[in-house]
């Protein structure tokens, strides 16, 4: 089946840093992957659509500074949270859309991110 | 935002027994997913209907989708303690191409 890897699952940083969360389709290409964010005991929310050669494009509310989307391959979408503040905390997970397989998301395992 | 509205939130049966979860939406669809989540894990998919089927089947799976009523529900058989994660309903909307909408979700936990 298809596979998504997403790495690292579980990050530490202090505040003011920034962090890359990667994901990628091992078996499959991908023109299209999506990030999404998930609090405790919530549903997904997206973020933003990643589009391989083009800009993402972001939902409403998300900052697309704080939140930098690069989609440079088909296999490739990073997620990077500049200046990472405490409340960013949260769980990202990313999936990638197999057009072999209309409309079905393949998932990663998700990013843990913790923000001292 | 999130459209899809699922019911129960929890739900907690013994093993062996059905589990039936329900799902609302309420703008036009394309299809209708369902997406199982282990705690603290990525999602993974279990079964999708197209808005002109009313049932479909996988193993233990049973989905149904009436969309003058805009809902769907999705029933797991012979309940075991494996099937104890999060369920949720994800919608394609008529003009959004393939972005899912995500349901609230249930939370089934099944007791040995």
């Known amino acids: 089946g298809a596979v998504v890897s997403q790495h690292p ?15 990628r389709s091992l078996d499959f290409q991908a023109t299209t992957m999506f990030w999404y964010r998930q609090f405790p005991k919530q549903s997904l929310m997206l973020m933003a659509t990643s589009n391989e050669g083009s800009k993402a494009t972001y939902e409403q509310g998300v900052e697309k500074d704080k939140f930098l989307i690069n989609h440079a ?4 979408s990073t997620l990077t949270v500049t200046s990472a503040h405490p409340e960013d905390s949260s769980f990202y997970i990313c999936s990638a859309r197999n057009q072999a397989v209309q409309n079905i998301q393949y998932f990663g395992a998700g990013t843990r991110l913790s923000v001292l | ?24 939406y309420k703008t036009s669809i394309n ?5 199982r989540q282990n705690s603290g894990r990525g999602l993974v998919h279990l079964i999708l209907i197209r808005s002109n089927e009313r049932e479909k089947h996988s193993g233990r799976l049973r989905v149904t989708l009436d969309t003058s009523k805009k809902s769907s529900s999705l029933l797991i058989t012979a309940s075991r303690a494996a099937d104890t994660a999060s369920y949720f309903c994800a919608t394609i909307q008529g003009t959004s191409g393939s972005r899912l909408t995500f349901g609230e979700g249930t939370q089934l ?4």
């Open chain 2, 109 to 112: 936990t099944v007791n040995p």
């Open chain 1, 73 to 76: 391959s088909l296999t490739l």
């Open chain 2, 1 to 24: 935002s999130q459209q899809g509205e699922e019911d129960p939130q929890a739900l907690s049966i013994q093993e062996g027994e059905n589990a039936t979860m329900n799902c609302s």
């Open chain 2, 31 to 35: 299809n209708l997913q369902w997406y």
């Open chain 1, 9 to 23: 699952s579980w990050v530490i940083c202090k505040s003011g840093t920034s962090v890359k969360i990667e994901c």
